[in-house]
C-alpha cells in the first residue's frame, strides 16, 4: 500500500493538530499557574514597595506620633469609656442643633497601644448648617475622634438625615507606659 502526498501532508497536519492539542490540554493548568503566580508576584512587590515606603517614612510618622500621644485621654483598663464618648457626642450634637436618635456603641478594637471604640449614628437630624457645625465640631473637639462611612440625604426641605460611624481612640493607663 502506499501512501499518496496528499494523504501523508493530511497525517502529517493531523499530528502537529494532535500533538498542540495535546501539549494545550495538558499545560492548560500549568500555563494558568504561572499566570496566577505572576500576579501574585505583582502584588508582592506593591506590598514590598509599600514597606519600604512605610520604614523610609519611619522618622516622620515617629514625630507625628510624639506630638498627638500627649493629647490621647488615657483611661483605666476596666472603666467603660463609652459613657465618655458618648457624653462627649451629645454635647457636640447639642450645641450644634443636631438631634441624634439612634445609636449604639461597637467592640472595641486594639490597634497597637491604642483604642478605637466605635458608635454607630444611625439617625441624626439637623439642617445644613447644624450638620456642618457639628460635624465640624466633632472633628475638631478632640484629635482622637474621627467620622466615617458618612452618609447624609435630604428629609425635607430644609431638614437633612444622616449616619455615619464615630471611631474614638485613647489608651489605657498600663499601655500608655509601654
Not at 502529517?12 to 493548568?29: D, E, H, P, Q, W
Not at 465618655?84 to 478594637?109: C, F, N, P
Amino acid at each position: 500500500m502506499k501512501v499518496t502526498r496528499r494523504e501523508a501532508v493530511l497525517g502529517l497536519a493531523a499530528g502537529v493538530v494532535i500533538l498542540f492539542g495535546g501539549t494545550y490540554l495538558g499545560g492548560r493548568s500549568r500555563l494558568q499557574n504561572v499566570v496566577q503566580m505572576r500576579d501574585d508576584c505583582r502584588v508582592l512587590e506593591r506590598r514590598i514597595e509599600r514597606a519600604k515606603n512605610l520604614v523610609a517614612e519611619r522618622e516622620r510618622w515617629e514625630a507625628e506620633w510624639k506630638s498627638l500621644e500627649p493629647q490621647i485621654p488615657i483611661f483605666q483598663p476596666d472603666q467603660d469609656v463609652s459613657v465618655h464618648w458618648l457624653s462627649v457626642m451629645d454635647k457636640v450634637a447639642g450645641a450644634a442643633g443636631v438631634t441624634i436618635s439612634k445609636r449604639q456603641k461597637g467592640e472595641v478594637k486594639k490597634v497597637g497601644r491604642l483604642y478605637e471604640l466605635p458608635i454607630d449614628v444611625g439617625n441624626f437630624e439637623g439642617s445644613l448648617d447644624a450638620t456642618v457645625r457639628f460635624l465640624f465640631d466633632l472633628q475638631s473637639q478632640n484629635v482622637m475622634m474621627d467620622v466615617r462611612q458618612l452618609l447624609i440625604k435630604p428629609k425635607g426641605p430644609n431638614v437633612l438625615r444622616g449616619r455615619f460611624t464615630l471611631y474614638c481612640a485613647y489608651m489605657t493607663e498600663g499601655a500608655a507606659t509601654q
